[in-house]
């Protein structure tokens, strides 16, 4: 079984020295400094208190590496439309892509049935070129719960969590999600196959979309979102609303929105990734974590006054920081864009 993760990084090094070390012949795509520390030192994996170090094919070159079995994507998700060019080399007739990437994929109405059955979402994909040049036959889903960090160039340190649930976009149990959860588990990680993938996707998505956007604004870790409340109020009104497009679209949520925010304040004083991507100057994820929940309210004609202003905010601290553009890529489609009931 032949894999690329594109992106290594911190979740992607950290997928990569798991399967490198079950046996599996992993590729890494990488850049800089790290992937120069990775060619010279390998990639080490800091967990608990042991190191694990392997010397798997590193690369900034996907060409060098052939057609895969499966590829992992392990970028930030409004990353992935620049590299579609560089990432068809990997892509063989038989090749699946998985989107290990926060917020709703790009496949994400593919096999979907119903009236968006096919439908594609300008936020996230613009212009469809993921679904073109991606394919979303290929796709497999994947949520990523575990927190890592880059600790130095070639050095991953695991923080918590060892769960990736996987899921086939129509639900079905194939051979090729039944292979990739196998390698997961071998390599001791967590990956349970779901048949309603998407249900999954929403319920992580469903506390990103507030209280990564409150905590940029306000720099406030989770524990003290959660616990103040005008923010604790905040968050939920913005819940409420991403739910009722959800279940517009058939999406079952398995806890409620009290349980959901009580357990990210159980996670503690920990920084939201768009918090820590605004202190490190990097380009904020929002897109794939708000504006598109605002996009489907507007295919749904479900009215969001919550994440509206909030997503105007971050929007604009992010254009002043220079760490975002989308706002003003996607106002066009908002302001003409036809409300579906």
């Keep these: 079984m032949k894999i690329c993760i594109y992106g290594a990084g911190a979740i992607g090094g950290y997928l990569g020295v798991q399967l490198a070390r079950a046996g599996v012949d992993v590729s890494l795509v990488a850049r ?10 390998g990639l ?15 690369t900034d070159n996907p060409a060098e590496l052939g057609a895969q079995d499966f590829v992992i994507v392990c970028l930030k998700a409004h ?26 994929p790009y496949w994400y109405f593919h096999k979907h049935g119903g009236a968006h059955q096919g439908a594609t979402l ?34 991953i340190r695991h923080v918590y969590g060892d769960r990736f649930p996987l899921g086939e976009p129509s639900g079905e149990i194939t051979a090729d999600v039944q292979r990739l959860s196998d390698a997961f588990v071998k390599a001791g990680m967590q990956a349970p ?50 739910q009722t497009i959800a279940e517009t679209f058939g999406v079952k949520f398995r806890v409620d929105v009290e349980r959901r925010i009580e357990g990210a304040r159980k996670v503690g004083a920990h920084k939201t990734s768009m918090l820590q991507d605004l202190e490190r100057s990097r380009p904020m994820e929002i897109d794939p974590l708000v504006t598109v929940v605002q996009e ?12 509206d202003t909030v997503l105007a905010l971050v929007a604009q601290r992010a254009k002043i920081a220079g760490l975002y553009d989308g706002a003003a890529r996607f106002a066009e489609v908002r302001s003409s864009a036809p409300a579906l009931a």
């Design 32 to 41: 800089g400094a790290h992937l120069a520390a990775m060619r010279a030192n």
């Design 44 to 58: 080490k994996l800091l967990i608990g208190d042991e190191e694990r170090v392997v010397h798997p094919r590193c």
């Design 79 to 104: 990353s992935i439309t620049g590299v579609l060019e560089q990432m068809q080399p990997l892509l063989g007739p038989h090749t699946r892509v998985v989107t290990a990437v926060n917020g709703i």
């Design 122 to 155: 300008e936020s996230i994909d613009p212009g469809g070129r993921q679904w073109r040049e991606l394919g979303p036959e290929r796709a497999i889903g994947c949520i990523v719960y575990p927190a890592t960090e880059i600790e130095a160039p070639g050095v």
């Design 193 to 242: 196959i779901l048949d309603r993938i998407r249900d999954e996707i929403w319920l992580k998505l469903w506390g990103n979309v507030c209280l990564n956007p409150i905590s940029a604004l306000t720099h406030a870790t989770l524990d003290v979102i959660c616990s103040d409340p005008a923010t604790r109020a905040l968050s939920k009104a913005i819940m409420l609303e991403a």
């Design 296 to 307: 489907m309210g507007r295919i749904t004609g479900i009215p969001t006054p919550a994440l």
